[in-house]
Every structure is written in C-alpha cells, then in structure tokens.
C-alpha cells in the first residue's frame, strides 16, 4: 500500500501543484469546464491531459446512471433495523476501526476534517467531526450520517467510492468530484481489506479544499487503514487460537508464574470434570497435586516434553505430557502450558507414534498340521489368562507372531512392545528396558525417555531371545516382574506398570541354568505357561499352503500374475529340512517368484540350497510317479499332495511308520490305511 501511495502522491503533487498554483482558479474552471464538454459528448483527448483517466471513466459512468453534477441527490439511507444489522454484521471491522477514529478525532479537534467509515458497499458506519460545525455546514449541503449508503450510481465520482473500485487509496479535490456540492472538499480514502484480502471497507478523510488540500491527509487516512487492517488481522487470529484452543483434542492447562490457573481448554474441563468457573483462578496444586516439574518450568523457563509422569486424580489416571513456557520479548517467562492425557489417551498416542502395534491375529497364522494345531490351540487358552507366558521354538517359526496374536486376543487396546535382547548391545538393554531420567546420560535425550517396560503399560511386553538378557539385569527384571513397578536409570521414584509378558526363545534356558547363564527364579517365574512352536520340517503340507500364500502375497505386491508351484518344485519343498523355518521359506518364494518363468515355479527357479540336494533313485522314482493330471497342470490335488507327503515322511524317516506318522499328525493306523488306499507299499519298497 506504501508503495502505491508513494505514486498516487506524487501524481497528485504534481495536479495539485498545477491546481493550485498561481493559476489555480484558472484550472479548477478549465476542469469544470472539460468535465462539461465530456459528459455533452464533445471528448477531445487532448483535454484529458490534467485529467486522471480513472476519474473521467467515473464521471461518464456517473452520468449514464442519470445523475446531474448540479442536482445532488442525497444517497439512500437505511432505517434503523437495517443499519443496526448491517453494523453488527460488521462487528469486526467496526471494532478494529473504532479506536484509530478515536485517536484521529483527538488529533483533528482544532480542525475542519470529517472522517467517513463505510462498509464494502458505501453504508456509512462511522461519520466522526472533530468541530461539530464542520457537521453543521455539510448538512446544509447534503445528508450526511451513519446508515447512509454512497455508491457511485447514487452520488457519482467521490473518493472512497474511487478506492473501493480501484482498491487503492485515493485523494480527490474540488471538481474532480462529479457532483458541485463536493466541490470546497478535499477527501483521501484507503480501502480496507481483511486478512484473505477482500474488501472489508473504507476511510476517508474530508477536508475543505481550500486550506487543507496537502497529501498529507492521504497519508493519514492510508497509515490509519494499515492499524485497522492489523487489528483485524489481530483478532482474527485470537479467534483462530481461541477456536483451536477449545477443539483440540488434547486437555491443555495455561498457568501464570504465580501457579494460578489462567486458562483450560473444553478437553481439560471434561479430563478434570469441572467448569470453567470452577477451575480457572484455582491454584495448579490443588486441582493436580504438586508437580514439581510445572514449578521448575515456571523457574527455570526450560521446556520439558514427553514427562510422562503419572497422576492419580480421584479414581482416574492422567498423565502430565509436557509443560512448555509462554516467554515476554525479553524471554522472561510468564506463563506456562501444560499438556495432560487420561492414560487410555496416552496409550494410543504411543502406539501411533511408536509402531507399537501388533497387526498379527491367530487367523493369520497359516497351518493345519497337528503339531501348529496344538500350539495355536494352547496360545488361545493361555490369552485368557493373565500369566507369563514363554514360547520355545527355532529362529523364524513364528514365536513374535503368536505372540502378536496372544496381545490381540488379551489386550486389543494396549500397546505391544518387542525387544529383541540379541538384536541389541549389551550396554543399551538396561536403558531400552527400564528408560532413564532427563540427565542421567551424557550426550542421551536431556529430557529422559521412557523405557519399553513403560510404553507397554496396559499392553504387552515381548521379550524376544530372553536367553540373551543379560546376567545381571536378570534380578532387576524379575524385581520388576513381581512388583509391577519399574524405575527409570536414574530416577528416585517408582512407576506403576501393568502388562503382560511373553518371553520366547530359541535356546534351551536349562541348559543356560545349568552353564550359571540364566537365573532359575527368572526362569520359573517365564515359565508359568510354556509353548512350542514346531519347526517347518515337522508340519507337513503346511509347508506348500505356506508358499503358495507367501507365492500371492509376493505377486500381489509386485503387481504380477502369481505363478504356480510345478510338481516337482513342491517335492523339493518338501524334502527340504528348513533350518531357517517359515522365515527362510518366505524369502525362498520371492527368490522363485522373481525367477519363475510362464507361470510356473519350476525346481530350478528354488533358492540353490533347495534344489541342489542331491535326489535318491527312490525319490526320482516318486517323483515321476506322480505326474499331475492335466486339469491340475501345475496345482495338486489334495489326493496328490498327501501321497508326495507320505512318501517324502516315510523316505524322511527311514520307513519309520511311528515317526512318519507323527511327522504327518495322523495316527499309525490311518497311516497304514492310507499306504494301502494308495499302493505305496512297491514305490517306497518297504520294509513294514
Ligand atoms: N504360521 C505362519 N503363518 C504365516 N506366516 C508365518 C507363520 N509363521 C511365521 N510366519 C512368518 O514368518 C516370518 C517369521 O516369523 P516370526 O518373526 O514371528 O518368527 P520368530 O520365531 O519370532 O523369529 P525369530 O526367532 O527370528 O525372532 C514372519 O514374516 C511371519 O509373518
């Protein structure tokens, strides 16, 4: 706007030089006289030389509403409902404006101004004299007062109608006016616009021409507007703040230095169920007990997030999240805001911000072999209780997904928490574990972190690898288990937790008690409810559902046609012994997938270490023999399946018919009847 004005000025100082200079009169006749000659139709060009286009514009369009530069007529005037709603409507800009009108009313006392505030369509709202007069004299003239409406169809060429055309302000003098009864006047407007930039209004300043014709009043009217325009601004984002203050879904506390409640938003009111009346004014202490870290952010003016500092408030649980300082320009400070959670709230923060969810349920573990039955059937039974529970199973069979399964079956809502205790350095299990307080480590997080044992309140602790938890943190974690209270590396007070543990390993945990590697309390205390999961080797046809799932997962993620698995590639899956269980198969069928070619999934297209075993003549014998029909091309049939399964049992086990038959989870007699249904009895020349 500064911009603007500083060439409107300069424009003007140069008309108004020329104006009124020595042959001032001259000129305002010569203006009149041109203006004339326009609105009759007789337009030279050459006459608009001391003429601002925009305002001839004006003038004609002023004519064509029919209106006479010499028959004032006066603008339309709403009656007192209508100005009274129009007003309110208004509210904002009457309000930012009022007082700048107030400061410029005293400064112009001892002069002959008027200073017009109208709305965007030219209703005045605001017609403040210094000298009432000056009011007196006007009103010989024309009707001037709040609730008139001045647009150019109904008064013609005038400034603050101009600046809400041009949205740039304006100065006009004497005849540049359309109409003869503004011809003693002088008028400077600024429009006023709102925060997104429309049009919210005008102010003007009338002078008589005569005397007070200077730029400077355009000045005044312009600097006005920009302290208008900012108190708008001002209020508009108090309003914005009060909204989101009261919306947001979090409970927030403002407190003054002296410890006295100054504000609390609608989350808070509700947290702490009382009014506004009823805890605003009140001292923190009362309403939360005393927080000495509220204190020490009011004293010290440091910031604390994540506090995580729980509060018992009548029967409910909250948790103090962060106390921030409200700072003055010289960083003393004045205030603070607290931030509070119930604890359920708090629960699901961490989850989101953490990952800490469990996505596995028990219908997403894969496998009808007897053995994986048995142990999804006693991982539903043990999550209905409330004990620990150890499971026993090989690298990659599925222990964290039971585990993930066990958390949603029991507690859905809390967060699942895994650490995994060889995965991380010695040194880091205690910290990851138990946290540690803001100070505690140099270098570490200077506010303190809550350990895993806390974020896994009201939820689950996995502890995979249980096996490698180090000596001598194992008293300290059982000290935790039995009390249900754990304390930060350097703090001084206990926190209550509440969650259940599932512990797993791979490791044979009395042999470490016998090598003095694993305490025997801790031990007991794991083992109340135990499962095993059993390795891929020894679950039969799960091992082909698998792939095939993990075969339309992998295709389905790279947007592929899934292949099928060839006959012959299941043999080989099944013949394999899987030391990297479930885990290893995964990757074997991306590998495959990735190397398959027209759609099937051939003993060549297998990782090396499957398909490079070398095949016995009585394997080759039972592969060949079981060449799939053709409306099963390259899936088997169920009948099928079961054969190569049989087969690959018996040759696995040496014709053991009791291994075999427990490898499969059938009974020995349905596994002789079945040898018999299907003629196996020659293929796998048996000794039975
Ligand atoms: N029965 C199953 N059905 C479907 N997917 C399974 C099954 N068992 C394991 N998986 C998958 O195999 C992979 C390894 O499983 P998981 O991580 O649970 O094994 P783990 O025993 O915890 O491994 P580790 O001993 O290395 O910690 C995962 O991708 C998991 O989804």
């Given at each position: 706007?500064?911009?603007?004005?500083?060439?409107i000025?300069?424009?003007r100082?140069?008309i108004?030089?020329?104006i009124?200079?020595?042959?001032?009169?001259?000129?305002t006749?010569?203006i009149k006289?041109q203006k004339q000659q326009i609105l009759?139709?007789?337009i030279?060009?050459?006459?608009f030389?001391s003429l601002r286009p925009e305002i001839v514009e004006s003038w004609i369009r002023s004519h064509y509403y029919g209106l006479d530069p010499f028959k004032f007529r006066d603008g339309?005037?709403?009656?007192?409902?209508?100005?009274?709603?129009?007003?309110?409507?208004?509210?904002?800009?009457?309000?930012?404006?009022?007082?700048?009108?107030?400061?410029?009313?005293?400064?112009?006392?001892?002069?002959?101004?008027?200073?017009l505030?109208t709305?965007?369509?030219g209703?005045?709202?605001?017609?403040?004299?210094?000298?009432?007069?000056?009011?007196?004299?006007?009103?010989?003239k024309f009707?001037l007062?709040?609730?008139?409406v001045w647009a150019e169809q109904t008064v013609g060429t005038c400034s603050h109608v101009m600046c809400r055309l041009l949205r740039s302000p304006i100065q006009l003098c004497g005849p540049e006016f359309y109409s003869e009864v503004f011809y003693d006047a002088a008028c400077s407007s600024?429009p006023?616009?709102?925060?997104?930039?429309?049009?919210?209004?005008s102010?003007t300043?009338v002078?008589?021409f005569?005397?007070?014709?200077?730029?400077?009043?355009?000045?005044?009217?312009?600097?006005?507007?920009?302290?208008?325009?900012?108190?708008?601004?001002?209020?508009?984002?108090?309003?914005?703040?009060?909204?989101?203050?009261?919306?947001?879904?979090?409970?927030?506390?403002?407190?003054?230095?002296?410890?006295?409640?100054?504000?609390?938003?609608?989350?808070?009111?509700?947290?702490?169920?009382?009014?506004?009346?009823?805890?605003?004014?009140?001292?923190?202490?009362?309403?939360?007990?005393?927080?000495?870290?509220?204190?020490?952010?009011?004293?010290?003016?440091?910031?604390?997030?994540?506090?995580?500092?729980?509060?018992?408030?009548?029967?409910?649980?909250?948790?103090?999240?962060?106390?921030?300082?409200?700072?003055?320009?010289?960083?003393?400070?004045?205030?603070?805001?607290?931030?509070?959670?119930?604890?359920?709230?708090?629960?699901?923060?961490?989850?989101?911000?953490?990952?800490?969810?469990?996505?596995?349920?028990?219908?997403?573990?894969?496998?009808?072999?007897?053995?994986?039955?048995?142990?999804?059937?006693?991982?539903?039974?043990?999550?209905?209780?409330?004990?620990?529970?150890?499971?026993?199973?090989?690298?990659?069979?599925?222990?964290?997904?039971?585990?993930?399964?066990?958390?949603?079956?029991?507690?859905?809502?809390?967060?699942?928490?895994?650490?995994?205790?060889?995965?991380?350095?010695?040194?880091?299990?205690?910290?990851?574990?138990?946290?540690?307080?803001?100070?505690?480590?140099?270098?570490?997080?200077?506010?303190?972190?809550?350990?895993?044992?806390?974020?896994?309140?009201?939820?689950?602790?996995?502890?995979?690898?249980?096996?490698?938890?180090?000596?001598?943190?194992?008293?300290?974690?059982?000290?935790?288990?039995?009390?249900?209270?754990?304390?930060?590396?350097?703090?001084?007070?206990?926190?209550?937790?509440?969650?259940?543990?599932?512990?797993?390993?791979?490791?044979?945990?009395?042999?470490?008690?016998?090598?003095?590697?694993?305490?025997?309390?801790?031990?007991?205390?794991?083992?109340?409810?135990?499962?095993?999961?059993?390795?891929?080797?020894?679950?039969?046809?799960?091992?082909?559902?698998?792939?095939?799932?993990?075969?339309?997962?992998?295709?389905?993620?790279?947007?592929?046609?899934?292949?099928?698995?060839?006959?012959?590639?299941?043999?080989?899956?099944?013949?394999?012994?899987?030391?990297?269980?479930?885990?290893?198969?995964?990757?074997?069928?991306?590998?495959?997938?990735?190397?398959?070619?027209?759609?099937?999934?051939?003993?060549?297209?297998?990782?090396?270490?499957?398909?490079?075993?070398?095949?016995?003549?009585?394997?080759?014998?039972?592969?060949?023999?079981?060449?799939?029909?053709?409306?099963?091309?390259?899936?088997?049939?169920?009948?099928?399946?079961?054969?190569?399964?049989?087969?690959?049992?018996?040759?696995?086990?040496?014709?053991?018919?009791?291994?075999?038959?427990?490898?499969?989870?059938?009974?020995?007699?349905?596994?002789?009847?079945?040898?018999?249904?299907?003629?196996?009895?020659?293929?796998?020349?048996?000794?039975?």
């Open positions: 706007m500064e911009k603007m004005l500083s060439s000025v300069k424009k100082e140069e108004l030089e020329e009124l200079g020595n042959k001032e009169s001259l000129l006749e010569r006289r009759s139709g007789r030279d060009k050459s006459l030389e339309p005037v709403l009656d007192k409902p209508e100005f009274e709603e129009v007003v309110s409507k208004e509210g904002s800009l009457v309000k930012a404006a009022d007082p700048y009108i107030n400061k410029l009313r005293t400064a112009l006392s001892d002069t002959d101004y008027l200073i505030l709305d965007e369509h209703v005045s709202l605001r017609v403040i004299v210094g000298n009432p007069k000056v009011l007196a004299h006007v009103n010989k009707y007062a709040p609730g008139v600024a006023i616009l709102d925060v997104y930039g429309n049009l919210a209004g102010l300043i002078s008589p005569s005397c007070h014709h200077n730029p400077h009043s355009l000045a005044l009217a312009v600097s006005s507007v920009l302290n208008i325009q900012n108190e708008m601004q001002i209020a508009l984002h108090r309003q914005l703040i009060n909204v989101t203050f009261e919306a947001i879904d979090q409970a927030i506390l403002i407190v003054n230095k002296n410890g006295v409640i100054a504000r609390a938003n609608m989350k808070a009111r509700e947290t702490l169920d009382c009014s506004d009346k009823e805890i605003v004014g009140m001292n923190i202490e009362a309403v939360l007990g005393r927080q000495n870290m509220i204190t020490s952010v009011l004293e010290t003016g440091e910031p604390v997030f994540d506090a995580d500092i729980e509060i018992l408030k009548s029967d409910q649980r909250l948790q103090l999240r962060s106390v921030q300082p409200i700072k003055d320009h010289c960083r003393k400070t004045l205030a603070c805001v607290v931030t509070l959670d119930k604890v359920e709230q708090s629960r699901k923060i961490v989850k989101q911000v953490n990952g800490l969810e469990a996505n596995c349920t028990f219908d997403n573990i894969i496998g009808t072999s007897a053995k994986l039955v048995k142990s999804v059937d006693m991982a539903r039974k043990f999550a209905r209780l409330d004990a620990n529970i150890l499971i026993h199973g090989e690298s990659g069979t599925g222990k964290e997904m039971f585990a993930q399964a066990i958390h949603n079956e029991s507690r859905p809502d809390g967060p699942f928490v895994a650490i995994n205790c060889s995965a991380i350095p010695k040194a880091l299990i205690e910290s990851e574990l138990f946290g540690y307080e803001g100070g505690t480590f140099t270098g570490a997080d200077r506010r303190g972190r809550p350990g895993k044992i806390e974020l896994a309140n009201e939820g689950t602790l996995f502890l995979d690898e249980i096996g490698d938890l180090p000596l001598e943190l194992q008293p300290v974690f059982l000290r935790v288990l039995e009390e249900k209270k754990v304390m930060r590396i350097g703090g001084r007070r206990y926190i209550p937790v509440n969650f259940r543990l599932i512990a797993a390993t791979n490791k044979n945990l009395l042999e470490l008690i016998d090598k003095n590697l694993f305490r025997r309390d801790l031990y007991y205390r794991l083992a109340t409810l135990q499962i095993n999961i059993p390795p891929l080797r020894e679950r039969g046809s799960d091992i082909i559902k698998l792939a095939k799932t993990f075969i339309a997962t992998i295709s389905k993620r790279q947007r592929i046609a899934a292949p099928a698995l060839s006959n012959a590639a299941i043999f080989y899956l099944l013949r394999y012994s899987w030391p990297g269980n479930v885990r290893q198969l995964e990757n074997a069928m991306l590998y495959a997938v990735n190397m398959s070619r027209e759609g099937i999934i051939k003993p060549e297209d297998l990782p090396q270490e499957i398909s490079g075993m070398p095949v016995s003549d009585d394997e080759v014998d039972t592969m060949l023999r079981f060449k799939p029909t053709k409306s099963v091309q390259n899936n088997l049939t169920i009948k099928e399946m079961e054969i190569i399964m049989i087969v690959q049992a018996l040759l696995q086990t040496g014709n053991n018919i009791s291994e075999a038959a427990n490898m499969l989870g059938m009974s020995r007699s349905t596994l002789y009847r079945k040898i018999k249904e299907y003629a196996l009895l020659d293929e796998i020349k048996t000794k039975i």
